[in-house]
């Protein structure tokens, strides 16, 4: 006789996007904060002329910020610093 249990599979281990490479996160991480620096700099340089900004140049501007706040994100990577319940 079969005894009918239902045994489920452990979950597959979480590996990171980046892995556990630090350089790999460090270099796009600090690409990201670069690029959303340059985006932000655009704007920037038009506001200092005395031009009133528009809706593109505030567009463009909180662009830039999600872009330095993912780079940090990158960097920091707090996904991967998570410890499973049990662990």
């Known amino acids: ?16 996007l980046f892995g556990s490479c ?5 270099l796009s991480g600090l690409a990201l904060i670069g ?3 340059w985006v932000y700099l655009g704007p920037r340089r038009v506001m200092q002329q005395g031009i ?3 809706m593109w140049h505030i567009t463009q ?4 910020i999600s872009l330095v706040a993912w ?5 920091a990577d707090p996904v ?3 410890k499973r319940k049990g662990e």
Do not use: D
Request: net charge positive.
């Open 1 to 16: 006789m079969s005894s009918n249990s239902t045994e489920v599979a452990p979950p597959a281990p979480h590996k990171p």
């Open 22 to 26: 630090w350089g790999c996160r460090l």
């Open 35 to 37: 690029s959303g620096i």
């Open 52 to 54: 009133p900004p528009n």
């Open 61 to 64: 501007m909180t662009f830039a």
């Open 71 to 75: 780079g940090a994100v990158v960097i």
């Open 80 to 82: 991967g610093k998570q």
